[in-house]
């Protein structure tokens, strides 16, 4: 599948953006704003249907508002009211109200599906992007002034950068940096996700996410429109093996888990329809090497558990767009880049790392503590530390990068840039 495409200066630089994820998507939003021609090659032959609910603040809410995408979010965005701990019966045994927590987020919060967040920045894509499916990337040859990316559907792109946008399992970063166990940090998880009908379930969950009170495992519920029924769950594991049936590795680690468990793994879909994925971190001394350069999980995966992988994604995308706009080089581009978005990189991983032991407490103790900590959060000022906590220090750097006036760089991105964007960049926010 490929979206028509005729650039309309042959001189504007060119990228080639392997993954048409979250990520991928809004460095190719962005990439176009500011001139580039831009091909995005995605290696799965559609967009992928399977994912998760997210909650998506912080950085990446800041760049959606500024590329004009935060509308449209909004709209496939889902209410809730609280999150609620239940325990084998059903029973509440703790809450937290989410509206509470989305003003001290300052209410620049929404909770969306993974696939839906993906629609919203791919039917934003601006004229100069050229989006393929069924084209993975197969090999990398790097130039002293370009590089050329080989594809499975033959062709041979030459491009004035490669972006690896392609996932913690990323292909790009395995053909550039090496295998991936050199770069992932396991953090003792393994999660699923899927989605079912059932109207019953769907009118028990009210606009409310339940989520059981476990130890070992942990399964949690929201409803979505028209009766469908979402699922996200997670287990302690040291394997970092995948299973080849995803169905079977959660029957196994949820089914004593009581309450409406049982229900959802008689109802779980084909393992086709199933996410199923190890939690981790990806760390990395550097990013970018020649002409290629890495973004969103593939070099800064917070963690599923964290809940920020999207906003990072994001946030990120629009730092190296924004950077590369105002650099002379690209290689200038790519170092303003990490030096600007590796220290909320590193705070974010660092609250994650601190997160993930009380998003599936490890002990009775800190099960109670965690309790405890959610009931107090309904108390003034409680509730920003909790936010806090559970999100890492805010950060400013993607408003003030936005702040910042762009004043046309001179050198290999420059010159042709500003050739490109004659006629066809979408205005500045």
Known sequence: MSTPHTPRHAHAPHAVVAGAGIAGL????RLAHHGWRVTVAERAPGPRPQGYMIDFFGPGYDAARIMGVLPRIRELGHDFDEA???????RRRAS????????????SLVSIMRPDLELALRESLPEGVELVYGAALTGVEEHPDGVQAHLSDGRVLDADLLAGADGIHSTVRGLVFGPQEEYLLHLGFHTGAFVFE?????????????????????????????????????????????????RWALREACSGLGWLVPRALERCPEPEHVYYDNVAQSRMDTWSKGRVVLLGDACQAVSLLAGQGASMGVGGAFVLAEELARAGTVREGLERYEARWRPVVAERQRAARTGTSWFLPSSAMRLRLRRLVLGLAALPGVDRWVASAMSGKPSRVVEDLAATPLVEPVGDVGASAKEGRSGFEAPRP
């Open 198 to 246: 059932d109207a019953e379930l769907h009118t028990r969950l009210r606009g409310r996410f339940l989520l059981t009170d476990s130890l070992g495992a942990q399964m949690g519920f929201y409803g979505l429109a028209g009766n469908r029924v979402a699922v996200f769950a997670v287990h302690r594991t040291e394997d970092t093996t995948l299973p080849d049936d995803p």
């Open 96 to 107: 937290l109200g989410f509206r509470r927590f989305a003003r001290a987020m300052g209410g």
């Open 26 to 29: 809004a460095l190719a939003h």
């Open 84 to 90: 609620v701990l239940v325990d084998e019966q059903g």
